[in-house]
């Protein structure tokens, strides 16, 4: 069993939760100040509620992927790679996009977090479900981005799964030293770390989307004769080759194979591959300027200022 494909789902969760569980924080740290502890259920309801709807978009889409597969049997095949390819793209979109987004409003999340508390206490008769709302919305956000790349890797099973929760729980425990113990954390530098990791993770999944896309049309061009053209490269005198990902760049599986350890680890997290083509590297590459670069320029006086801002939060 590979527990390896559990890594990257592990990162995600722990870097999503956190950033949920700092909202979770903050809110019951203001009910706490503003004397409306009795709306304390509401947000463990709203955790709660986050975590099952999240859990049953990623049934949902694993029904779908079902579904679809089973449309026409002939192109099985050709199906599978392809959805694959298809929430690839559809995870890096929203990883990307999250990643940068958050660290540019994150510095002003409590700000953010505290006037939405504000509005729903003013709102007495519905001031439980507004604070039940912005902590599901919160859940269920970082859930999301999750259920989108454990839904591009479904042929692992459920491995990925495992990883998720356990980010969820560790998570979960960072929340409670920082909220309940009082334990001093450099939320900051965390986040740093983990969107850089996050950042590698998702270059990666661009590798492991180009991989899909060529195995679906490869198996296509296998299909007919009237589709084995879709193949514009393929080379003809080695058994490793590709359909539409160009001339390889190296070949290091008698160096660093990427089933065994520890190129199964840098497989799983980063994208490694033993054999990397062309537009595999080109697209690693731009991927790493571009979102990489954003993502750096927009660390600077971006995320929480310092780590009182979380103590801050408990006053």
């Known amino acids: 069993m590979n527990f390896s494909t559990a890594l990257p789902t592990f990162v ?8 949920a569980a700092l909202v979770v924080g903050i809110v019951l740290a203001l009910l706490k100040k503003a004397k409306q502890s009795r709306l304390n259920s ?30 026409n049997p002939q192109y099985t095949s050709v199906m599978e790679p392809a959805l694959e390819g298809v929430f690839s793209l559809l ?27 504000t509005e729903a206490l003013t ?31 479904f042929q692992q ?16 425990g960072i929340g409670v030293l920082l909220f309940k113990l009082g334990v001093k954390i450099n939320i900051r530098q965390f986040f740093q770390v983990m969107g850089v990791f996050l950042v590698l993770i998702v270059a990666g999944l661009v590798v492991s989307a180009l991989v899909h896309f060529d195995e679906a049309v490869a198996n296509l061009s296998l299909s007919s004769r009237a589709t084995e053209s879709l193949c514009f490269y ?3 005198f080695t058994k ?12 290091t599986s008698s160096i660093l194979p990427d089933e065994q350890f520890p190129g199964i680890i840098l497989k799983s997290l980063f994208g490694y591959r033993e054999h990397l083509y062309v ?4 697209g690693y590459i731009a991927f790493l300027l571009t979102v990489g670069g954003l993502y750096f320029r927009s660390l600077n006086g971006s995320l929480i200022k310092s780590p009182n801002n979380v103590s801050m939060a408990r006053k």
């Not at 660290?103 to 508390?117: D, I, N, P, Y």
């Not at 039940?132 to 591009?152: K, M």
């Not at 459920?158 to 979960?172: D, H, K, N, Q, S």
Request: hydrophobic share 60%; net charge neutral; charged share 10%.
């Open 123 to 153: 709102k007495n008769n519905n001031a439980g479900w507004g604070i039940f709302s912005l902590i599901l919305i919160a859940v269920v956000r970082e859930g999301f981005e999750t259920v989108l790349f454990i839904a591009a890797n």
């Open 234 to 236: 393929y080379e003809h």
């Open 157 to 172: 099973g459920f491995i990925p799964t495992i990883g998720a929760l356990g980010g969820l729980l560790v998570a979960a």
């Open 240 to 251: 490793v080759h590709s359909c539409i990902l160009g001339p390889m760049v190296w070949n």
């Open 91 to 117: 995870a890096i979109a929203m990883l990307s996009w999250m990643l940068i987004w958050m660290t540019k409003q994150a510095r002003f999340m409590k700000a953010q977090v505290e006037g939405a508390v």
């Open 42 to 71: 509401w947000v463990y309801a709203g955790v709660f509620v986050g975590i099952i709807v999240s859990a049953l978009i990623g049934v949902l889409f694993s029904l779908l992927i079902q579904a679809l597969g089973k449309i």
């Open 12 to 19: 995600i969760t722990l870097r999503e939760g956190v950033e």
């Open 279 to 282: 537009v595999e590297a080109v």
